[in-house]
């Protein structure tokens, strides 16, 4: 963790008592694989130092809904934000378990994985619809947003009239290219990030305290 | 018989007239059958997410997978308006042509903001 974010770290610690109680659900939402849970499990480490979640290659490794409580966020400009996050199971219209197979697991375990998978989805939808203030919506940038991107999810979450920044993720790896994220998401921002590496993920603080405040 | 697959257009009119949970039944169990469906108007979010969620729950190991969906994005404002003011000039959501179908005989090839192209294989 840099020296700034530590300084800032303890700020927000001091922060937390003077602010409302009233903290609003951050959701990640995005497609299977996107990194989510390795981005919840940054922003968690670095304002809090724990974790949210296990993280994996194979898809649908998160099938549950994950909240944590009580994160604190100091942008640099000084603007804080109290939040909680909620790391959820990438959505998609589709699962077949053969894909697992893929991955090494058996069939038995595939199928189980499937079916927590389809459940994990709906757990995902319902959390939109019912418990969420604000979105950060996570994408690959290394893939081509027009075929990872389901549209009508987009949609769904326009409709709530939630903030939503956009994340294009993987900027670390050699075909990343997150212009292509931003050209297809003319009316929102939208934030060059590795969560896995940590690259511009400061950018990303900022974002939020200035959109989920 | 005859070897293929089944199209269906359903027209505007014929959506207007359904419940949103009419609608989102008659789509999934038009797919389920192994059938493409085409809306000549979207839907709604509300009802989007509804067929998501229903999709969740039909799929089996081994039988169905669930289903691949399609639309165009929302048309982008014109050119140097921008907040409030575009949004008030942008179409009215889930309004534009969709495309659904089983997800084990659809496959998306192509996608541009103007353009879909599928690949639909015969069971
Ligand atoms: N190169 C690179 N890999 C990443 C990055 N973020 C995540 N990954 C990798 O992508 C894979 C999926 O990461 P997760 O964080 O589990 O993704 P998720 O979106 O939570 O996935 P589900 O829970 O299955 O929907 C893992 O192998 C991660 O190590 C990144 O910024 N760069
Ligand atoms: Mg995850």
Known sequence: ?213 | MLQGVQIDLISEDRLSRLTSMEKVRLILDDVMEGNIVVLEKGLAPDEASKLIELTMREIRPDGFSGIEMETYPESEAPAGLSGIFSRLMKKRPGSRLTVIGPANQMKMIKKEKDLISAWVSSR
């Open chain 1, 1 to 213: 963790m840099s020296f700034l974010i530590r300084a800032r770290k303890k700020f927000s610690r001091f922060l937390r008592f003077f602010l409302k109680k009233n903290r609003s659900r951050i959701g990640i939402y995005g497609p299977p694989n996107a990194g989510k849970t390795t981005l919840a499990n940054r922003i968690v480490r670095d304002w809090t130092g724990d974790a949210v979640g296990p993280v994996s290659e194979i898809p649908h490794e998160t099938r549950r809904a994950r909240r944590k409580e009580n994160i604190t966020i100091t942008g640099t400009n000084g603007g804080s934000i109290v939040i909680d996050i909620v790391d959820t199971p990438g959505v998609t219209t589709k699962i077949d378990y053969h894909e697992f197979l893929e991955y090494g697991l058996d069939k038995e375990e595939a199928i189980v994985r499937a079916r927590e998978a389809t459940e994990g989805v709906a757990e995902a939808m319902h959390w939109l619809r019912e418990d969420i203030d604000g979105v950060i919506y996570v994408l690959d940038s290394s893939l081509d947003p027009f075929l990872q991107v389901n549209i009508m999810m987009v949609g769904i979450i326009e409709s709530r009239k939630l903030p939503v920044i956009i994340v294009a993720n993987k900027i670390d790896l050699p075909d990343a290219a997150p212009a292509r994220i931003k050209s297809a998401f003319p009316q929102h921002p939208v934030v060059s990030i590795s969560g896995l590496e940590g690259r511009n993920v400061e950018n990303l603080y900022e974002q939020m305290t200035e959109f989920f405040g």
